[in-house]
C-alpha cells in the first residue's frame, strides 16, 4: 500500500489548478441554460473525471455566458469565483469545488489527501501520527472529523483507523494531542482517489496549552452515550482541583460530581446516591480496593502521577457490573512512556512521592513505577500533648505497571499496589492497615470486530491493631483476600449493533476478625469469628443497539450465584426475646471445609434506552438490579481499621438495588457546554443496620446483632458543565432522600418503632462548583466550593441521674436530628516553570483549603450532661506548598 | 479497645481541628420515670457482717430533665411493692425527695424464686418490671485483693501550666475464681470508701482532731467483667498516692461483688459507655435497655433495671506504710504555707477535722472499723 505523507513544513507548494484529464474537457455555447449540477454529473460520466462539491451550495444555478469554447475548468473557476467558490484540482482528474474560506484554510497542496472510495457505504482512514521533532510515534493522539461524531485515539504504536461515510466525500481532519500544535487536513473520498495509509507529523507547541479535555471519549458523549449514571473524570481533571496538603485525590475529584457526597474531611471512601460506604465497589486495574485512603481519609490511595481516568458508574451499567448495589468506580492506571525515560516528583510538607517511567523496549514496551510517603511523626512531635509526643503516624504506598505489547493484536499488562498506614497512639496501641494487590491483563484482538480482555486480579487487605499494654497485650486482626479472574469479549455486528458478554468469578476469603494474646498474662481472652469462604460467579450478556439515527437501547441480563462454603459455624438465633434487648443464641451449627453453607443467586437484568430528539440533545431512561453478597459491617459514619466484611449467608441475605432513572441531557456550542438533569429512584432490600446498644467489635455471633430490613433513594441530580477555554469548570446539584425502615414482628429487629428513618448518608441538598482558569501558558487557578446538607444524628434529649452517674444520656430516635450544613471553599494556584525545555519542567502549587475558615461540623459529641460540642476537623485556611517537577 | 480507639483519635482531631459548644435547641420534651432499683441474696442483717453500717433494700424514684445543668426530680407518694412468685408482696416506705425503703432487717432474695417490682405513680400510672431471678445460685465470695504499685503519667497544673508528670499510685486487683460453670459470668464491683483524716495542726487532744470521712463522688464508678474462664486478676481500681491525704493515715475500701445477669451487665456496660466521650469509632449512642413497661400507657417507657444480683463483700485497708517505698504525709508543711488571713466563716480543716472539705467527715468511728 502506498503510504502519503503529510508533513507540515515549511515550504509552500503551489497548487495546480489544470491537469492532463481537465486539459482535454472543453465547454462550449451549447450548455448554456444547463443546470450546471446535471452538467458536472455528465462529464464526471463521460470523461472519468470527478468533480467534489456540496451540491446543496449551488441550488439551481445554470451555465450561462459562454461565447466561444474554451477550457472547462478556465470557465469553472471564472463561474463560480462568483459565488465566492474556488477551484482546487487535487488530482489530474479530481477537481473540488470549495468555499473560499476553506481554500485559504488549506493553502497547501499536501493538506489536500484523496482516498479511494470503498464500494460499501464507508471508507476507512487509516493512518499514524508522529512527533515531527522525534520521528517518535504519538499515542493517545486525538482525531476528529469535523461536523461529525466520528473520530479516533491513536494507538499504542501510533496508528489510528476512523470510519467515514461515503455519502460525505469532503471530511476536515483535526489532530489533537496535549503540547503539539493541532493540524488539520482535508481528506477528499474519490474513486479516482489513491490506496493509501496517511502519516502525519505534527511539531510540539511551547506557546500555549491545550484545553483540557473533561471527556476523556466523545465529546458528545453526554448526549449519545446509551447508559446512564456513567461519570468519567480524568486525572488532568482531577489534578486542577485545590488539593490538600498537595496531595491530588481522585475520590474527592469524584465528590464533585453530582449523586456522590463523602462525609467531610478525614473521611476515606464516599456514598453514591445515599448508598452505605460498603455498597461501593472500588477497582484499580481489576482488583479490588477495599480502603481508599490513607490515614483515614487525609491521603487517596491511588498515586496521581499513575492514574489516567476514573470512572464511575451510578447502579448498575452494563452487566458485566455487577456486586455492589449503589456504584462501581473503576480507576485505571495508565501505560508508561514507550519512548524515553522519565522521572517526577512532588515535594509537601508532609508527605512526598516519586515516579519514573521509561520503555523496556521501546514503542513496544513499558513500565511505570511510583512511591509515595510520609512524614508526620515531626508534626506530632512538635505538640505539647502527651499522648501525641508519645504518637506516631505515617502512611507509604507503591504503585507499578508494565505494559508489552506482543504484536498488532495482542497485549499484556501487569499492575502492581502495595500499601501500609501506620498509626500509633501513646506507645501503647499501634493500628495498621496493609494492601496488596496484583492483576494481569491480556488483551486480544480477533479481528476488526471483535476482541476480548482477560483479567486475573488478586487483593489482599489487612488490619491489625496491636495493644502493647501489660494487662491486655493482645494483638487483634481483621482482613479480606480475594482472587478475581474475568473473561469479556466485545463484538461489533456494524456501526449500530455491539454485543458484550463474558464470565467472572471473585473468590473472597474474609477474617472477620481474629484476637490473640501476645503473654501468657494478658487478660484478654481470645477469640475469632469463623473465616468467610465465599465464591461469587457471574455470566453476562450486553447488547447495544442503534435502532435508528433517533432512538438507542442498551441492555444486559446478568446472572451471578454466590456460594458460601465452609468451614465455618453458623448461629441460630431466637428473636422472639420481649424481655432481653439481644437475639437468644438457641444453636449452632458446624460446617467442615468445603461444605456448602448458603447458595444464593439472582438475575440482574439491565435496560437503558436513549432518545435523541437533535444532535445536541437527548432523553435517557434506565432500570438496573444488582444483587450484593458481600457486606461491610461499620456503624460508623467514616470506614475506620476495624470495619470488616462479612459474607451472605443463612443469617444475612444478600442486598437487592433495583434502580430506576430518567434524564434529559443537552450539549451546545459544538459541546463546549453540558446541561443534564437526571432523577433516579431505587429501593433496596436487605440493607443492614444494627441492634440498639450492639457492640459489633468483638463479637463471634455478630449476625445476631444485625438487622435487615429495607432502603428507599430518591432525588434528582443537575449538572451544567463547561468543557474548554480559558474558563472551564462544572456546577452540580442534587437533591436527594435516603431512608431506612426496620420493621418486625420481634421487637429486637425494629428502630425507631417500625417507621422510615433518614439513613446516616441521607443528605438532601448537594451542591459542587469547580471554576478552572488559565492565565496565560504558565499560570491557572482553580476554586471548589461544596455545599451538602448536615448528615442525621442521634442526640441526646434528656438526662437522668442512676446510681454514681450524675447524668445518664436518654436519646432521640435514630437519625432523628441533624448535624449543621457543611460548606467549604478551597483555591489553588499553579506557577509552571521552564515550559520551554523539554529535558526539565516543574511547578509551583499554593492550595487553601478552607479559604474562609468555616468549622464545619465532621461530628458532633456530647459529654456526660448531654451538652454538644462540635468538632470541625481543619476548621482554619489551611495553606500548604507543593513542588512538583518531572524530567 | 473502644476506648483506645475513641481517645485517640479525638486526640488527634483536638490537634488539628477545632472543637466548639452547639445548641441543638431540643423542646418539649416529655420527662421518663427512672427506676433504681435491685434485690440481692443479702439481708439488711447480713450486709453488717461485711462489715458495714448495713444497707436496707431501696427504689429510687425521679424524673428525666433537660440536657441543662439541672438535677432531677424526685417522685414522692408513689406506691411501690415487691412480689414474688408465691404471691408474697413486701411494701417500700417513701423516706422522701424519691427514696424508698424496704424495712425488713431479715428479707433477702432467694436463689429459686422469681421476683418483680411494682410502681404506681401520679394518676395510677403503673409501671412494673419482668419477672427476674438470679443469675447464679451460689455465692461467689470476692477473691483476695493485692495491689501493685506504678507510676502513671498525668497532667497536672503547676500555676497556669499544665505540665505532664508521673504520679506514684497503685493498682488494685482481685483473684478472679476459676469458672468451671461453662458459662459466661458476669461480674460488677462498686465501691465505698472509708478513711480517718487528722487536722494536721490540731492539738492532740482536741476532740476534733481525728474524723472518718466519706465522699460519694470518690471512687463512687464501678468495675465490670464477663467472664468464661476465671482464674486471673482483675484490676479493680486505680489511685493515686501522691497529694493524696486519705490514704496518709488509714483507708478502707469495702468492695461489693455482685454477679449479675447478661441483660443487667449490658445494661451496666452501655451505661459506661456512654460515660466516656464519643468520638469517631464509637458505636452509635443507644438508650439503656429496660426492663419495665408501663402498663397503663403503652407510650409511656421508664427507665432502670430491675435485677436480682448475688451479693458478696469484702472490707479492705490501705495506707502509705503498706507501700514498699517511704512517702511522707505532707499536711503539715502544706498547712503552714501562708496563703493570707481566712476570711470570716472560711473552713478551717487544719484546724478542725469537721471542716474537712474532701467529704464528709463525722468524729465517731463506725462499728465495723478495724482495731489496730
Redesign the interface.
Known sequence: MKKCIVIIIIQTIGLSLYGQNFNTIPIDASVNGSLIKDYLKSIEETNNVDFIFDENAFGNFSINGITTEQNILTYLAKYFSAFDLNLVQVKPNVVLILPRSTVSRFYKSNLYIVLKKSNDAKTILKGEIFDSSTDEILIGAQLIVEGTNSGALSEVDGTYSIDLNNRIPLNTITVKYIGYDSFSFLLILSEYGDELEVVTKIFPNSTQLEDVIISATKLDRNVSDKLTGVQKLGIESIKLLPSFMGEIDPVRGITTLPGVSAVGELSSGFNVRGGDLGQNLIRQDGAIIINPSHLFGFYSAFNPDLVAEVNLIKGGGNAKNGSRVSSIMDVSLRNGDTRKLKVSAGIGLISSRLTIEGPLKKNKSSFIIGGRGSYTNWLLEQTKDLKLTQSSANFGDITAKVFQLINDKNFVSVSGYSSYDNFNLGSDSTFQWTTNNISLKWGHTFNETTDSHLTLAGSQYITALDNSDEIDNFIYKNGSSSGSLSYDIDKSFSENKSLNFGIEGIYTLINPGKLENQSSQSNTKPFQIDDHNALETAAYVHYEWDITDEIAISTGLRYSQFYRIGNGVIYDFNYNVNESIFPELIDTLAFSTGELIDFQHGLEPRLSMRYIINNSTSVKASFYKTNQYLHLISNTTSSTPLDYWLSSGPNLLPEIGNQFSLGFFRNSKDNNYEISIEGFYRNTKNPIDYIEGADIKLTESIEGLLIQGKGIAYGTELLARKNRGKLNGWVSYTYSRSLRQFNSQYEVLKVNNGKYYASQYDQPHNLSVVLNYKYGPILSFSANFNFSSGRPITIPTSKFSYDAYLSVLNYSDRNEYRVPDYHRLDISATLKNNIDNKKFRSEWNLSIFNIYSRNNAYTIFFNQYGSAKKVSILGNAFPSLTYNFKF | ??H??A???F??????????????N?EN?L??L?I?SYLSNVSFDESLDFPSDGRYFYVNL????????V??KGVDGAKVTLLDNEGNLLKFEGTGMGHYLLYNESFKAESDKEYQLKVVVDNETTYVS?WEKMAVKNTHTVGDITFKEVER?T?KHVGEE?V?RLVKGIEVFTNLPTNGMNEQVYYKW?FEPTWIYVAPLAPSTQIDKVCWATN??YM???SLQQD??GG????LFYMEIEQNERVYEQFSMLIKQQIIS??HF?FWN??KE??V?????????????T?FSCTTDESKSA??YFGIINESAIRWYFSIKDLSYRYQNNLVELCRINYGPPAIGDPKPCEHCLDYTNGTAVLNKPNWWKSD
Request: with cysteine; charged share 20%; glycine share 6%.
Open positions: 479497645m473502644k483506645i480507639i481517645n485517640g483519635w486526640w488527634l482531631v483536638a490537634l488539628i481541628g477545632c472543637i466548639e459548644p452547639y445548641d441543638f431540643v420534651e420527662p421518663i427512672v433504681e425521679h424524673y428525666s430533665s433537660d440536657v441543662k445543668t438535677r432531677d419482668s503519667p497532667i499544665e505532664i462498686q460519694l463522688n463512687s464508678g464501678y468464661e474462664t486471673y486478676k482483675k484490676d447478661k441483660d449490658y452501655l451505661m456512654q460515660a466521650v464519643s468520638g469517631l469509632f464509637d458505636n452509635p449512642p443507644a438508650n439503656l435497655p426492663n427507665i432502670g
